[in-house]
């Protein structure tokens, strides 16, 4: 009985043995390769201006198997994009992570906290947070010859690029009211007490980049928020929730987003998509490259092929404005390149420098 | 303690592995949280906590809200629980023996659900007011709140005490009515301060619950400027700048608060004995309504079809919407919803997903459930009662934080269960054995030791008495555990929506992607799947174990 029971632990303690002087090996191994590797990747990576055809990085995605995308893109499209690329691409998968913009960066985060990312590639709503991440070293240089169609956000350190821009507009409820806001600073007029409504700026993402555009970039100020209070704008979780209350005629009038109008649920709604004098709030939504992706050639494929014109004109057909230049936009929305004119593009650099002030203005507004 | 177990045979190797892997799965995360409470920028400090106690918005206004909302959610949900489960088990209301099925409706339906049914059903231009013109209540606010929370809620006391009603003792009750006491003065003098253990236990959860809870509120009472701490946790760990130390420090708060609202009732219930099962069949006598027959049962009834059916026909309803704001009428229905969800490639995985993990994480949680109750009450050790004061930290956890917790811990190596359904099994079980330990413990409280002694005395070994005597008499409270924790389970999100990797999806985490792609009507088509199956689930669950029929076999 007792020599049963200590054989395996002399086992077990060999095997701790031999793995310990393992993990000494490595990490001697390593503290001498590291600055090497280092050295090698400083070097090499101005390098990665990617004209490397597409059939070889294709031959090499297959040997990794999979690329797995952290976004917050909706799932219609992505179950959309991922029926394309693994026919066009067979034996790579695509994978995704999906979840709201907060989560995903939740989980980044605590991801790279652990240690270890297990993404190859990012895409949120929120530009502001593609900054922080090259900073920190958690994004890879790419740049490829799709570039060229793509006319604006894009980081001159290659980090990463637009892949669609989101555009925020007034929904209206032509059932609940023919008075349409012609300007954006119409929506906290008087007239229109009790039928606004907008998602909260601390929880939806697009609708924080929103605020500051219009506190900001529109120059509303904060007068413009405290007015809209005054009128009783109902505050709502996140955008959908905005379109859902326009549509059903909770509230005749929110800001939300154009795509929310392309979606089944709101074909045959009484909803207007309206247009304000100072133009749409103009977002693009970049995407990255993770540093130290598990699969990095296959997030390259990936990469290349979100940004080809197949995939754009699937972000088209949902209402959600391509950032290539050469993909026509939604039906029924004017082309981009109209629209730049006069439009409310966020100035992302303020954004970063004023985010607590945004929040914490909100939250002695609102009340969260 | 190795001695104490060791005399009780198959107990100490499933109580070292049960009870073991659980401490590791929560003490191991939770270590990583007060770790990052205690960290900024690689370096050890103060400055989180600094933060939280500087600032009322991170604190006092969250804390004071969400402490409001959760004791009017629990008191108003534990009297409903506890008057449904008398009239369930000891009365002979028309139609008693259904209450079961409709309490657990609401608590099925996912709570951030059931708040979207109340927007739906009571907004402007919602279902009731275009149907008849009315506007009854308000569509936001704290009351909608508790509202939503206490129908939600009510499953929790309802189960614990018709579970301590149906195994009670008759004799006592009896001996009460031979020496000349009312059957009122009976139930007020004896019935009810026997059931003080298993009422207090479903007050707790329902408390804890409360606390923890995300969806409700955020739909609810966020609109009317009301925020909560599980708010302010979801926006400081996901609105840029992320400020998850901050987070952090709020959660070990919940888990503080949660550990002193359970000394507190252990403080309730050191007062009394409340040993009263001795093991002889029956259930004592049903009381007679009488002329109040009629009345109470008209209105029992009103209320269990209104908080079931009501959110069920709203969830069903928008399922089938055509077009939002053409009205509810026959022509904008249409079937096109669960076309859409038949042909995603991933319904079959996700369905088995979930079947799979929530009724792996029940197995678990009662088994766990036994076995901390069995160290804490019979055994006396320090392992069984850490296992209860854990798991019941972890219940009142929010489940974004256990969840981000888990990335912490075992999303890279040493223990990499990254991309697995482990994550998830494991992440359930953490968060929900105190679903499964509270209302063991509860019950083990109530049934006399004499029983087991007596096993022993007539020749059998620890382990058959265990298997014979002591886990048949607690079918019932283990049986109830099994059931939440599969039901909670099953239509988790906030900690699914962080783990869930492709493969491992779950038929809630998918309803929950449409609702936040803003999809609703192919979301609540995906949730009415869910529903069905937990409610199928639960039935079969509650039919095999005769849970709160107010028959105890032996």
């Given at each position: 009985?007792?020599?049963?029971?200590?054989?395996?632990?002399?086992?077990?303690?060999?095997?701790?043995?031999i793995m310990?002087?393992n993990?000494?090996?490595?990490?001697?191994?390593?503290?001498?390769?590291?600055?090497v590797v280092?050295?090698?990747?400083?070097?090499?990576?101005?390098?990665?201006?990617?004209d490397d055809?597409?059939?070889a990085?294709?031959?090499k995605a297959?040997?990794?198997?999979?690329?797995?995308?952290?976004?917050?893109?909706p799932?219609?499209?992505?179950d959309?994009?991922r029926s394309?690329?693994?026919?066009?691409?067979?034996?790579v998968k695509?994978?995704?992570?999906?979840?709201?913009t907060?989560?995903?960066?939740a989980?980044?985060?605590?991801?790279t906290s652990a240690?270890?990312?297990?993404?190859?590639?990012?895409w949120?709503?929120?530009?502001?947070?593609y900054?922080?991440f090259a900073?920190?070293?958690?994004?890879?240089?790419?740049?490829?010859?799709?570039?060229?169609?793509?006319p604006?956000?894009?980081?001159?350190?290659?980090?990463?690029?637009?892949?669609?821009?989101?555009?925020?507009?007034?929904?209206?409820?032509?059932?609940?009211?023919?008075?349409f806001?012609?300007?954006?600073?119409?929506?906290?007029?008087?007239?229109?007490?009790?039928?606004?409504a907008?998602?909260?700026?601390?929880?939806?993402g697009?609708?924080?980049?929103?605020?500051?555009?219009?506190?900001h970039?529109?120059?509303l100020?904060?007068p413009?928020?405290?007015?809209?209070?005054?009128?009783?704008?109902?505050?709502l979780?996140?955008?959908?929730?905005?379109?859902?209350?326009?549509?059903?005629?909770?509230?005749?009038?929110?800001?939300?987003l154009?795509?929310?109008?392309y979606q089944?649920?709101?074909?045959d709604?009484?909803?207007?998509?309206?247009?304000?004098?100072?133009?749409?709030?103009?977002?693009?939504?970049p995407?990255?490259?993770?540093?130290?992706?598990?699969?990095?050639?296959?997030g390259r494929?990936?990469?290349?092929f979100l940004?080809s014109k197949?995939?754009?004109?699937?972000?088209?057909e949902?209402?959600i404005y391509?950032?290539?230049?050469?993909v026509?936009?939604?039906?029924?929305?004017p082309p981009?390149?109209?629209?730049k004119?006069?439009?409310?593009?966020?100035?992302?650099?303020?954004?970063?420098?004023?985010?607590?002030?945004?929040?914490?203005?909100w939250?002695?507004?609102?009340?969260r | 303690m190795?001695?104490?177990?060791?005399?009780q045979?198959?107990?100490?190797?499933?109580?070292?592995?049960?009870?073991?892997?659980?401490?590791?799965l929560?003490?191991?995360?939770?270590?990583?949280?007060?770790?990052?409470?205690?960290?900024?920028?690689?370096?050890?400090?103060?400055v989180?906590?600094?933060?939280?106690?500087?600032?009322?918005?991170?604190?006092?206004?969250?804390?004071?809200?969400?402490?409001?909302?959760?004791?009017?959610?629990a008191l108003?949900?534990t009297?409903?629980g506890?008057?449904?489960?008398?009239?369930?088990?000891?009365?002979?209301l028309?139609?008693?023996r259904?209450?079961?099925?409709f309490?657990?409706?609401?608590?099925i339906v996912?709570?951030?659900q059931?708040?979207?049914?109340?927007?739906?059903?009571?907004?402007d231009?919602?279902?009731?007011?275009?149907?008849?013109?009315?506007?009854?209540?308000?569509?936001y606010?704290?009351?909608?709140?508790?509202a939503?929370q206490?129908i939600?809620l009510?499953?929790f006391?309802?189960?614990?005490?018709?579970?301590?009603?149906?195994?009670?003792?008759?004799s006592l009750?009896?001996?009460?009515?031979?020496?000349?006491?009312?059957?009122?003065?009976?139930?007020?003098?004896?019935?009810?301060?026997?059931m003080?253990?298993?009422?207090l236990?479903?007050m707790?959860?329902?408390?804890?619950?409360s606390?923890?809870?995300f969806?409700a509120p955020?739909?609810?009472?966020?609109?009317?400027?009301?925020?909560?701490?599980?708010?302010?946790?979801y926006?400081?760990?996901?609105?840029?700048?992320?400020?998850?130390g901050?987070a952090?420090?709020?959660?070990?708060?919940l888990?503080?608060?949660a550990?002193?609202?359970?000394?507190?009732n252990?403080?309730?219930?050191a007062?009394?004995?409340?040993?009263?099962?001795?093991g002889?069949?029956?259930t004592?006598?049903?009381?007679r309504?009488?002329?109040?027959r009629?009345?109470?049962?008209?209105?029992?009834?009103t209320?269990?079809?209104a908080?079931?059916?009501?959110?069920?026909?709203?969830l069903?309803?928008i399922?089938?919407?055509?077009?939002?704001?053409?009205g509810?009428?026959?022509?904008?229905?249409?079937l096109?919803?669960?076309?859409?969800?038949?042909?995603?490639?991933?319904?079959?995985?996700a369905?088995?997903?979930?079947?799979?993990l929530?009724?792996?994480?029940?197995a678990?949680?009662?088994?766990?459930?036994?076995?901390a109750a069995?160290?804490?009450?019979?055994?006396k050790?320090?392992?069984?009662?850490?296992?209860?004061?854990?798991?019941?930290?972890?219940?009142?956890?929010?489940?974004?934080?256990?969840?981000?917790?888990?990335?912490?811990?075992?999303?890279?190596?040493?223990?990499?269960l990254?991309?697995?359904y482990?994550i998830?099994?494991?992440g359930y079980?953490?968060?929900?054995a105190?679903?499964?330990v509270?209302?063991?413990?509860?019950?083990?409280?109530q049934?006399?030791v004499?029983?087991e002694?007596?096993?022993?005395?007539?020749?059998?070994?620890?382990?058959?008495?265990?298997?014979?005597?002591?886990?048949?008499?607690l079918?019932?409270?283990?049986?109830?555990g099994?059931l939440l924790?599969?039901?909670?389970?099953?239509k988790?999100?906030?900690?699914t929506?962080?783990?869930?990797s492709?493969?491992t999806?779950?038929?809630?985490?998918?309803?929950f992607?449409?609702y936040s792609?803003?999809?609703?009507?192919v979301?609540?088509?995906y949730s009415?799947?869910?529903?069905?199956i937990a409610?199928?689930?639960?039935l079969?669950?509650?039919?095999?174990s005769?849970?709160?029929?107010?028959?105890?076999?032996?």
């Open positions: 009985m007792r020599r049963s029971y200590t054989l395996p632990l002399n086992n077990q303690s060999r095997v701790t043995k310990e002087e993990v000494k090996s490595i990490r001697k191994l390593l503290r001498f390769a590291a600055p280092l050295a090698w990747t400083i070097l090499a990576a101005p390098a990665v201006r990617a055809s597409l059939d990085l294709y031959q297959k040997a990794e198997g999979k690329a797995v995308m952290y976004t917050s893109v799932t219609f499209i992505l959309e994009w394309l690329f693994e026919a066009q691409y067979p034996g695509l994978e995704y992570f999906r979840s709201g907060g989560k995903v960066l989980r980044i985060n605590a991801e240690g270890q990312l297990h993404g190859d590639l990012v949120v709503a929120d530009a502001t947070a900054p922080d900073k920190k070293g958690l994004l890879a240089s790419y740049k490829t010859p799709e570039w060229d169609h793509i604006f956000g894009k980081d001159p350190g290659g980090y990463y690029v637009t892949g669609r821009i989101l555009a925020g507009v007034i929904f209206a409820n032509t059932k609940e009211t023919q008075d806001p012609a300007s954006w600073g119409d929506l906290a007029d008087a007239k229109y007490k009790g039928k606004v907008m998602a909260s700026a601390v929880v939806s697009s609708t924080t980049v929103m605020v500051s555009g219009l506190v970039d529109a120059g100020g904060w413009f928020f405290q007015k809209l209070k005054d009128n009783g704008v109902l505050i979780q996140d955008v959908p929730d905005v379109a859902r209350a326009v549509a059903s005629g909770e509230r005749p009038l929110g800001i939300t154009t795509l929310y109008k089944a649920e709101y074909k709604s009484p909803v207007k998509m309206i247009f304000p004098k100072e133009g749409p709030i103009l977002m693009p939504s995407m990255g490259l993770f540093a130290k992706a598990e699969h990095p050639n296959a494929l990936l990469y290349r940004l197949k995939a754009q004109a699937v972000l088209a949902r209402g391509p950032a290539r230049d050469d026509a936009a939604p039906q029924g929305l981009l390149a109209e629209v004119q006069k439009a409310i593009i966020p100035d992302s650099e303020w954004m970063i420098a004023h985010w607590t002030d945004v929040k914490s203005k939250r002695d507004m609102f009340g | 190795r001695a104490a177990l060791g005399r045979g198959w107990f100490a190797p499933v109580a070292l592995v049960l009870g073991g892997g659980f401490l590791f929560s003490l191991y995360p939770y270590a990583r949280l007060v770790l990052t409470s205690l960290r900024a920028g690689g370096a050890f400090t103060f989180h906590y600094l933060n939280v106690a500087q600032h009322d918005y991170l604190l006092r206004t969250p804390l004071l809200h969400s402490l409001a909302v959760s004791a009017a959610t108003l949900a009297a409903l506890t008057l449904l489960a008398w009239f369930a088990v000891r009365t002979d028309l139609g008693r259904a209450i079961t099925a309490v657990a409706i609401p608590h996912p709570s951030f059931l708040a979207s049914s109340w927007i739906v059903l009571f907004g231009a919602g279902i009731v007011q275009s149907t008849t013109g009315l506007n009854p209540f308000p569509a606010g704290v009351a909608p709140l508790v939503v206490t939600h009510t499953l006391s309802f189960l614990n005490v018709a579970g301590a009603l149906g195994s009670l003792d008759p009750e009896e001996a009460a009515r031979a020496c000349g006491l009312s059957a009122r003065q009976v139930l007020r003098r004896v019935t009810f301060p026997l003080l253990p298993s009422i236990s479903g707790l959860l329902a408390f804890a619950y606390m923890a809870e969806g955020i739909l609810l009472a966020a609109p009317a400027g009301f925020g909560t701490l599980t708010t302010q946790i926006e400081l760990s996901t609105a840029p700048p992320l400020q998850f901050e952090a420090v709020l959660s070990l708060l888990g503080v608060l550990l002193a609202t359970m000394a507190l252990l403080r309730l219930l007062r009394g004995s409340f040993v009263t099962v001795s002889k069949s029956g004592g006598e049903a009381a309504l009488g002329a109040l009629a009345p109470l049962a008209a209105l029992t009834w209320w269990l079809a908080t079931s059916i009501g959110p069920l026909a709203a069903v309803l399922s089938l919407l055509g077009s939002w704001g053409r509810f009428g026959p022509e904008n229905l249409t096109a919803h669960y076309s859409t969800m038949l042909a995603s490639h991933t319904l079959t995985d369905l088995w997903n979930s079947v799979g929530a009724l792996g994480a029940a678990l949680s009662a088994a766990t459930g036994f076995v069995y160290g804490a009450v019979r055994l050790t320090r392992w069984g009662a850490l296992l209860d004061r854990m798991s019941f930290v972890n219940f009142a956890t929010p489940g974004l934080v256990v969840g981000i917790a888990f990335i912490l811990a075992f999303s890279s190596p040493p223990v990499s990254f991309g697995t482990w998830l099994l494991f079980f953490v968060h929900f105190g679903l499964g509270r209302g063991v413990g509860a019950n083990l409280r049934l006399s004499e029983l002694e007596a096993g022993s005395v007539s020749g059998l070994g620890r382990s058959r008495v265990l298997a014979r005597i002591t886990l048949p008499l079918r019932e409270s283990l049986a109830a099994f924790v599969f039901v909670n389970a099953i988790e999100v906030s900690m929506s962080l783990l869930a492709q493969g999806e779950t038929l809630a985490y998918e309803a992607l449409r792609d803003g999809d609703y009507t979301g609540s088509a009415v799947l869910m529903v069905t409610l199928a689930g639960s079969i669950i509650a039919r095999r005769r849970l709160a029929s107010g028959e105890l076999s032996t």
